[in-house]
């Protein structure tokens, strides 16, 4: 048991595919884990434990927000052993050819800050995903018939942006779509010698202006939910 997560020794898989809504983990956690039971629920943050294909997997919510997601990657290694975390959420679109309902897998994570900064200090850290994961669900999408964007997403830490030329300038570097968790996930993934990845959903389009309704949302996330665990176990 650690300050934010109430679990109890063995009930953390290894493998933890990380949302950031708790409902949204309860949600995968009955639709897709063979007998799932709640593991935590302090502070209202849900996990749960189950199977999927015989292989232990714990869906834990994260929070909105780096600094958030923060707190539970580090337990979630340090405390329960985890070593394969996978973020499965929503995130913006930012480029034209990128439409509603895509799947994202999020090669790097660029970001104007993260909790982490303040180690690296003068250093501008490159937070990416674990090769082997990238790998394994880009694979795994393909075997579904879907086409995923592969590259560099970004992470802001403020949900209510006002930097019109930033999603200019990023817009023009090929930066795939925005969301807030993915590059302290990464970095601390990075930090504490385990494999880190996110597999992402377009919920919205900052181009466009489009979005999904909210039951849009639940239908077309049950693909991202799948190939994250495939690529968690290929073969």
């Known amino acids: 048991m650690t300050i934010h997560i109430g679990a109890a020794p063995g009930d953390i898989a290894p493998t933890v595919l990380m949302p950031g809504d ?4 309860k949600w995968a956690a009955e639709t897709f884990l063979d007998s799932p039971r709640l593991v ?3 502070r209202g943050m849900l ?8 292989n232990p997997v714990t869906i834990h919510g994260s929070g909105m927000g780096m600094p958030s997601l923060s707190i539970y990657a580090n337990e979630l290694i ?3 052993g985890a070593t394969t975390l996978i973020r499965i959420g929503s995130c913006g679109a930012m480029q034209e050819r990128v439409a509603l309902r895509d799947v994202i897998v999020a ?6 800050s993260t909790p982490s900064r303040g180690i690296f200090r003068d250093l501008n850290y490159a937070p990416c995903a674990d090769w082997s994961l ?12 879907v086409t995923p964007h592969v590259g560099g997403i970004y992470s ?8 019109p030329d930033l999603n200019e300038i990023m817009t023009r570097h090929g930066i795939l779509a925005v969301e807030m968790e993915a590059a302290e996930l990464y970095t601390v993934a990075a930090r504490h010698g385990a494999r880190a990845l996110a597999v992402l959903t377009v919920s919205d389009h900052l181009i466009s202006g489009g979005n999904l309704t909210s039951g849009e949302r639940e239908t077309s996330f049950g693909e991202m939910v799948e190939i994250a665990l495939e690529a968690a176990f290929p073969g």
């Open 78 to 80: 340090r405390d329960y």
């Open 40 to 42: 935590n629920e302090v």
């Open 107 to 112: 090669m790097t994570a660029t970001t104007l």
């Open 134 to 145: 990238l790998r394994a669900a880009v694979a795994a999408a393909e075997a579904r018939g």
């Open 156 to 163: 802001s830490d403020v949900f209510y942006d006002e930097r």
């Open 22 to 25: 708790p409902r949204r983990a």
């Open 47 to 54: 996990g749960y434990t189950g199977t999927w294909r015989g």
